[in-house]
Structure formats: structure tokens, C-alpha cells
């Protein structure tokens, strides 16, 4: 189980922090090419998202493997599910359906991620 949480928590970590740093340094109009759902946020709001986003990934692996405060490790993939319902309802509120499936993919593998760390923290 530990073996599968931390390739888990590595894949979600990786494209997490990629996503989140693409949405915390580049201009709106940039991410508008390929993401109409920026078109509903201001860019300091895209910001704050895309830095949350980063926060996340960085609190699902450095916990867990230095092994201080390791209780943050759930708690940032509880974030990450959160987010995730934000953005399929983003999605859904767009009627982007065909994007909601990403969004409920990554919200299971965090939850897997999250029940896993607090049944073995």
C-alpha cells in the first residue's frame, strides 16, 4: 500500500506543480488559448490557484518523505480534492463535461492519497 500511495502522490505531485506553475507565471491571455475556463477569473485569482496548486503538490511529497509534520501530507491531498470539486464544478457550470473527467480522476487518485496517508499516519 505504501508502495502504490507514494507513486500516487508522485504522479499527482509532478503534475500539480507543472499546472500550478503554468497558471502562476503565465498571463491570462497566454492559458486563454488553451483554457477558455480562465476567460470566469481574474489573473490574481488564476494565480492564487495555480499557487495553491503548487502548495498541494509540494505538501504531498515533502512530509511524507522527510518525515516532519507527516500529518500534512493528507491534509494536502484533502486540498487537492477540494480543488479538484471546484474546478468540475467550474466545468459542469460551463457545460466543459468533457473536462470533468480529468478533474474527477485526479479528486480520486488525492482521495486515494489522503485515506491512505491517514489510515497509516
Do not use: C
Amino acid at each position: 500500500m505504501n508502495s502504490a500511495l507514494w507513486v500516487v502522490q508522485g504522479l499527482l505531485g509532478l503534475m500539480f506543480l507543472m499546472v500550478g506553475f503554468m497558471k502562476a507565471t503565465k498571463s491570462k491571455e497566454e492559458m486563454a488559448e488553451r483554457m477558455a475556463w480562465v476567460e470566469d477569473f481574474s489573473a490574481s485569482n488564476i494565480r492564487a490557484i495555480g499557487i495553491v496548486e503548487i502548495l498541494g503538490a509540494i505538501g504531498l511529497i515533502l512530509p511524507a518523505a522527510t518525515g516532519i509534520l507527516p500529518w500534512l501530507t493528507p491534509l494536502a491531498a484533502v486540498g487537492l480534492v477540494l480543488t479538484m470539486i471546484g474546478a468540475a464544478v467550474t466545468h459542469a457550470r460551463r457545460g466543459e463535461n468533457n473536462m470533468i473527467g480529468m478533474n474527477v480522476v485526479l479528486l480520486l487518485l488525492a482521495g486515494f492519497v489522503a485515506y491512505g496517508r491517514f489510515a497509516l499516519v
